[in-house]
């Protein structure tokens, strides 16, 4: 019979998930995730098997996460209006002083020019991102909320490249009136 896991996998993921955006897959080693996840080096190799594999796991449950926060809806809000709140729901998590950057950016970055698993991973969450984006913007153009002077495929390019934009750009810091303005100019593209 096997024996029970000692940890909480979800709460070791998120630990090693804040460790590998804050530092990035490369300068993160296998000492520095033992510390942050309380995991000894054996526990995170059985139940992981190396740093690179939880480094997809992460990168998995990240993207998902991701993804839901394009797609989810909740509280039954035009696609217009959950636009909306997808990006100013995004401005604490960017804005200074407690801003994150993307982790999908910095692995492909970082890894996807050498590492091709990594890179066609990035380049699909991306291509989800957008493609939830578009289904919002074709239902906001067939609600009225959405002017339909562009397509839906061209403005969730828009709307991806701006929300990862923003997402990315944590790293540099920017204020809380920064993305509002960039925010603000996102906004009036719905009505141009």
């Not at 950016?105 to 890894?111: I, Q, S």
């Not at 790293?171 to 920064?178: D, F, I, V, W």
Request: aromatic content about 10%.
């Amino acid at each position: 019979m096997a024996r029970p896991l000692g940890f909480d996998r979800t709460e070791v993921l998120r630990k090693a998930t804040e460790l590998f955006n804050e530092r990035g897959y490369t300068r993160t080693s296998t000492r520095d995730l033992v510390a942050a996840t309380g995991l000894n080096e054996s526990s995170l190799y059985n139940s992981f098997g190396n740093k690179r594999a939880l480094f997809v796991e992460v990168l998995t449950a990240y993207d998902s996460q991701l993804w839901t926060s394009v797609v989810e809806n909740k509280d039954g809000r035009s696609a217009r209006e959950n636009i909306e709140y997808l990006f100013t729901t995004l401005i604490d998590h960017v804005s200074y002083p407690h801003g994150q950057g993307c982790m999908l950016l910095t692995a492909a970055n970082e890894l996807g020019q050498g590492d091709e698993e990594i890179r066609n991973y990035t380049v699909s969450a991306y291509q989800k991102i957008t493609e939830g984006f578009e289904s919002l913007l074709q239902q906001g153009q067939t609600d009225g909320d959405v002017s339909s002077k562009k397509t839906p495929a061209q403005l969730a390019l828009f709307f991806t490249n701006a929300y990862q934009g923003l997402r990315s750009g944590a790293a540099l810091e920017p204020s809380h009136e920064a993305c509002e303005d960039v925010i603000s100019v996102a906004f009036a593209v719905l009505d141009d």
